[in-house]
Structure formats: structure tokens, C-alpha cells
């Protein structure tokens, strides 16, 4: 009476748990109900449940009757340290493409989500490697970028150097004419006596005494 199409599922059942159980009615309908009943989730039955937040307008009493809707198929009975680690995990990292990657997982646990996260990391880290070496822009990008810092440095060193011998080659406030202040033998009147004040290796023009 189940039909042709409930007939060949029935057929596909296989793992009896004794010989003859699939001409028996208790154990064929109970093979069915698993087929037809949807697996359970439970890292994402678990996730909804820590999602779940009082809307607007909502009662206590909703809400509370809500969450303990949610907790039913969370299995928090049997819950342990370990599910409880893996479940945070599962909240809280902020890569969502390996959250989802986690909540496609039926049976999650501790070191399946350790393994699924450090093997996102490596990969991600992996492909960026590999589009760098492959996409020959980013080769001639780089060239580029180091040319242009050279230039800019090279201009910065030029334009110091300028500046630097521009404040050497200055008026003299010892003799009066331009020349680099830096070395003293280039001054007209280095060791000569002025005519004002007496003093050495500066000019009357340029004397600084009081009459």
C-alpha cells in the first residue's frame, strides 16, 4: 500500500540488524521514518539557539517559550566541554565562509572544527601566494612600485644635498662676499686684522664692536 516510489527506497535499505528484518513491518517502518525524518544539525540547531534574541513587541513568555523550542533539539542533556569549546568556536570566528563550511557538518566536533579552520587559514594564505606568482601584473606592479620609491628617495637625497650647500654658500658676516661659510680658508678675511676693532679675520665693513 506504500506505493511503487516508497517501494524502491525500501529496496535501497541495506545494514538490517538481523537476517529477515526487511520482510518484518516494525523494523521497515522505522527504516523509513529515518529516511523521511531529516537528519538533526546540532552545531546548527545549537547556533540558532544562541542567535535567538527577543524581538521587538515579543512577550517574556514568547520568547521564553521560543528558546525552549530551539533547546529541544540542541541535546544540551548530554552536552560536554568539549561541544560546548567547539560551539563558541563556531560563533564566534568572523570568517563566515568557514562557518558555513563548520554548519554543513552533521557531526561536528572539537577536532574536526580545529582541522577545518587551520586548514581555511593555510589554504587562504596559499592562494594568495599563488595568484601573486601567477597574475603577471602584480609582478610589474612590484617592479614599479620599487622604481617609483627609488626615484622618490633619490629626488629627497638631491633636493637635501641642494638645500645643504645652498645654506653653505651664503653672504660671509666675516669679509662680505658668497662663499661656503663651512671652510674658513675660503674667507677674504681669515687672519686679518680689522681696522675698527683690532680683532682677527673679520672686516671694518663687517665689525660688530661699538665705536
Known amino acids: ?49 544562541n542567535q535567538c534574541v527577543q524581538d521587538p513587541g515579543e512577550t517574556y513568555d514568547q520568547y521564553h517559550t521560543a528558546l525552549r523550542k530551539l533547546a529541544e533539539g540542541c541535546n544540551f542533556e548530554v552536552i560536554n566541554p568539549k561541544e560546548i569549546l567547539h560551539d563558541r568556536l563556531l560563533f564566534g570566528i568572523h570568517d563566515n565562509k568557514v562557518r558555513e563550511r563548520l554548519l554543513r557538518e552533521t557531526s561536528l566536533t572539537l577536532a574536526k572544527t580545529d582541522e577545518i579552520c587551520r586548514t581555511s587559514k593555510s589554504t587562504t594564505a596559499q592562494m594568495k601566494l599563488v ?36 645654506n653653505k654658500s651664503k653672504e660671509c658676516w666675516n669679509c662680505g662676499t658668497v662663499h661656503n661659510r663651512s671652510k674658513k680658508e675660503l674667507c677674504s678675511a681669515f687672519g686679518k686684522k680689522c681696522l675698527k676693532c683690532g680683532k682677527l679675520s673679520h672686516f671694518a665693513a663687517k665689525c660688530c664692536s661699538k665705536k
Open 131 to 166: 595568484e601573486n606568482q601567477t597574475d603577471p601584473s602584480s609582478s610589474v606592479n612590484a617592479v614599479t612600485d620599487q622604481e617609483n620609491k627609488k626615484k622618490r628617495l633619490g629626488r629627497r637625497k638631491s633636493k637635501g644635498k641642494d638645500d645643504k650647500n645652498a
Open 1 to 49: 500500500m506504500i506505493g511503487e516510489d516508497a517501494r524502491e527506497v525500501c529496496s535501497t535499505f541495506t545494514a538490517w540488524a538481523e537476517e529477515g528484518d526487511d520482510q518484518k513491518i516494525a523494523p521497515v517502518l522505522k527504516k523509513l521514518g529515518e529516511y523521511c525524518e531529516p537528519r538533526k544539525n546540532i552545531p546548527f540547531e545549537r547556533y540558532c539557539f
